[in-house]
């Protein structure tokens, strides 16, 4: 063979080699980094607390303190974000429905799939003033046998600040802190509508 066609097969192999480990070095950088090291990415995308398993909760009808309706069944065929606490509504109380109402109002054109409700386990002084000045919140009276049966489904380390989701088919699935950065909350909202057909 002659030194040009030599030479030549020489700067092809070499060319050749350079674009394989232009795709393979990554790869073996990946497949290093994940394997052969300690480090691991993060096993979660959503925000808030998933409660697992998710909890059917009963399909109850809930007497009504607000002239706005749950739709139906007060858990069944829309997204739920559901506050339980007392009728009285202290400040923590007013902090959950505040972040309620601002990210039912952030999902823009999605809005419409999701309910509010307040679930008052008893004392309801505050729930006719709620009612009148938070339109479109479901506050039903959760202080009989059946509310008290459901509010159990609820956990309740830390329920005065949480936020709780539940889905079309009436799963409490997620709870959130309000006193955390309340984005976390409409960014998984958002990806939960966009994955759903249902609610």
Sequence with gaps: MSTPARELRARNL???AALAALFLLPLGLAFFTYYGS?????????HGLLITP????????????SLAAAHGTAFRGHWS?????NGACDGACRRALYVMRQTRLALNNDMTRLQRLFLASGDCSACERLARSDPGLAVLDAGGAAGTALLREFPSPGREHSLFV???????MMSYDVRGD?????????????LSHIG
């Design 81 to 85: 974000l559901v506050y339980v606490g």
């Design 38 to 46: 300690a480090w691991r990415p993060a096993g979660r995308v959503n």
């Design 14 to 16: 070499r060319t050749l």
């Design 54 to 65: 998710a909890r059917p909760l009963p399909p109850l009808t809930l007497p009504r303190v």
């Design 166 to 172: 539940v889905d079309p088919l009436g799963n409490l």
């Design 182 to 194: 309340p984005h976390g909350l409409l960014e998984d909202l958002k990806k939960l509508l966009k």
